[in-house]
């Protein structure tokens, strides 16, 4: 079976910084394409940082020089370092895997097979 279970999420004042982890079980983490994507009330979900296989990391223009994805095959674990967080970054976050490599498509929800329960991020101005 397998599970995506994130952490690391809190609240924090503008200017601040978290670490999110993304723990994953039940799932060959090499080799696929993974990513974080946030959902705040009544928006759509936003993809924030994916990861394809060779490593090269690929950002949304909002999170472009503040965040920083990047993954530990020996833990299977997925990060994302977040610096000069802003009130508009508040959100929940999400962990997502798929099969397949990202070909491109590391933005789209729908490429991914398998999602996290989600660690909610709450930046105060």
């Known amino acids: 079976q397998v599970q995506l279970v994130e952490s690391g999420g809190g609240s924090v004042q503008s200017g601040g910084s978290l670490r999110l982890s993304c723990a994953v079980s039940?799932?060959?983490?090499?080799?696929?394409?993974m990513a974080w994507f946030r959902q705040a009330p009544g928006n759509e979900r936003e993809a924030v940082a994916g990861?394809?296989?060779?490593?090269?990391?690929r950002y949304g223009d909002s999170v472009v020089g503040r965040f920083t994805i990047s993954r530990d095959n020996a833990k299977n674990t997925l990060y994302l370092q977040m610096n000069s967080l802003k009130p508009e970054d508040t959100a929940m976050y999400y962990c997502?895997?798929?099969?397949?490599?990202?070909?491109?498509?590391?933005?789209?929800?729908?490429?991914?097979?398998?999602w996290g329960q989600g660690t909610q991020v709450t930046v105060s101005s």
């Open positions: 997502a895997a798929a099969y397949d490599f990202c070909r491109g498509s590391w933005s789209k929800p729908i490429i991914y097979d398998y």
């Open positions: 990861i394809d296989t060779d490593g090269r990391p």
């Open positions: 039940g799932y060959t983490f090499t080799n696929r394409c």
